[in-house]
């Protein structure tokens, strides 16, 4: 059996892929479509992507799409970064459990969707860069797999790179996010093994807790219990004042840069990565062995009490991602930028249509049928328009998992086709057609 389904071709009206890269030119006409779409501000932000003056301000920036265009992709990657005179980056970690919220942060750090987010557990397979270049500051994002332990692997067959590339990501980065879900009441009072593992073998990159999914809290004092129990009472070095947390949380307004912390001394830190807190790790790591005997104490332990900085924020509504993004900027250490300004994602355009997809697949099918669709893409072009077109097979092992796909009357298939084809329109920022058809594995 087998269903052909089109995504409905969707119009993006702010004039397509961005840049003069593409050969567009930057018109009065296209930045009023672009106000009518995305608003007046973004309209002047777009008009300074396209290298219009700007007439009113340059306030509001708009991160650049992704070329659907493999060759174009691959170009651009390889391109020599466009840096300013003082170049500064960061390398940013996102760690932890599976569904903590870490796609969802990296996509509203970025400004645009391009990892996929789902509620089922390991939405990420594989490690991906997110690029955001602010002014003179690049900060490249290293969304990661959730972690798990190589038993959950094994007993649940899953990818290698699940386990393997938050560890790779960690040898990278400056900065590590450790993102915990405080609406999960079995998983928030500890930061699990896996995590605390991942820090303590990696000594050299600075620490910061996020606390992510605060909107679904009912009682927020909650927060200061959970900070306390996930950083053993001790941030930055100093021992927690719980007053003065309460204050500054209450306090943080939008152009404060400060973290939503305070410490119990007046002290003042470096805000550099790396160079915190080697006093302290040196007595921690003497105090833990043996290998044996370090890790069975950090089976023992539910916090980490060597993190710079704790946030408390809403990934999915943004609430408080812009004072993280601030204070991530303000850490970037002086060095050449890596990627080209344009550039947002690591990931190949197919990638990114496979990922959106698979996303869908995820949030509407049951259970374990959307672990097990293969996605074979038979088509991918440029239309007469300029249009994307995508024909996509997804192929399933069961008669009955086919059914499911497709839905009554096509219904489920035809909406995860037009749901992953306005995704993909708001990545590449062109119009896109995407065809999904349904067909069992011989
Ligand atoms: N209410 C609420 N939901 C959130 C928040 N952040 C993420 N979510 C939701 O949590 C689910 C998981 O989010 P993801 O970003 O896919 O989580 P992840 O950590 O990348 O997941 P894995 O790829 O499985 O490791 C999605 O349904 C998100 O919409 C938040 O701040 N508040």
């Known amino acids: 059996?087998?269903?052909?389904?089109?995504?409905r071709?969707?119009?993006?009206?702010?004039?397509?892929?961005?840049a003069e890269l593409f050969g567009f030119r930057p018109t009065q006409r296209r930045l009023k479509t672009a106000a009518r779409f995305y608003g007046?501000?973004?309209?002047?932000a777009f008009g300074h992507l396209l290298g219009v003056a700007d007439p009113e301000s340059d306030r509001q920036q708009i991160p650049p799409a992704v070329s659907f265009n493999k060759a174009e992709q691959e170009n651009l990657l390889v391109h020599k970064p466009d840096q300013?005179?003082?170049?500064?980056?960061?390398r940013v970690a996102i760690i932890g459990a599976p569904n903590a919220g870490k796609s969802t942060l990296s996509n509203q750090l970025l400004g645009r969707k391009v990892f996929p987010v789902s509620k089922k557990v390991h939405t990420t397979r594989c490690q991906a860069q997110g690029v955001v270049t602010e002014g003179d500051t690049q900060l490249i994002l290293l969304d990661t797999p959730g972690l798990i332990s190589r038993l959950k692997m094994k007993r649940h067959d899953l990818e290698k790179s699940l386990l393997q590339d938050?560890?790779?990501s960690m040898q990278m980065a400056d900065l590590v996010l450790v993102l915990v879900d405080v609406s999960d009441k079995w998983t928030r009072h500890s930061l699990g093994f896996e995590v605390l593992k991942c820090l303590f073998l990696h000594p050299k990159v600075s620490s910061v807790l996020v606390l992510n999914k605060v909107d679904l809290?009912?009682?927020?004092?909650?927060?200061l219990d959970l900070t306390w129990e996930l950083t053993e009472g001790i941030v930055k070095g100093k021992k927690l004042n719980v007053k003065s947390v309460i204050k500054t949380s209450a306090d943080a307004?939008?152009?404060n840069t400060s973290p939503l912390w305070a410490s119990s001394s007046k002290e003042e830190t470096s805000g550099t990565p790396g160079s915190l807190f080697s006093d302290e790790l040196a007595d921690y790591t003497d105090r833990l062995q043996t290998e044996k005997q370090q890790l069975r104490d950090l089976r023992e332990k539910k916090g980490w009490p060597l993190f710079q900085d704790v946030f408390m924020l809403s990934a999915v509504n943004g609430e408080e991602v812009h004072t993280l993004k601030k204070y991530l900027l303000t850490l970037a250490r002086p060095s050449p930028w890596e990627f080209h300004s344009e550039v947002l994602t690591t990931q190949s355009p197919q990638d990114i249509c496979d990922n959106i997809i698979r996303e869908k697949l995820l949030e509407y099918l049951p259970q374990e049928v959307p672990y097990n669709v293969i996605q074979d893409t038979v088509l991918w072009e440029e239309g007469p328009s300029g249009e994307l077109v995508i024909l996509q097979v997804l192929l399933v092992q069961k008669e009955s998992h086919v059914k499911m796909l497709i839905g009554r009357g096509g219904q489920q298939i035809s909406m995860i086709a037009q749901e992953a084809g306005k995704d993909l329109m708001n990545v590449f920022l062109c119009d896109v057609l995407l065809k999904l058809s349904v067909k069992l594995k011989r």
């Open 1 to 7: 059996m087998a269903a052909v389904v089109m995504g």
């Open 9 to 18: 071709v969707i119009r993006a009206a702010a004039g397509h892929r961005g």
């Open 40 to 44: 007046k501000d973004a309209a002047s």
């Open 84 to 90: 300013p005179e003082n170049p500064k980056v960061l």
């Open 166 to 168: 938050p560890w790779d």
């Open 217 to 223: 809290l009912k009682k927020k004092s909650i927060l």
């Open 253 to 255: 307004g939008e152009g």
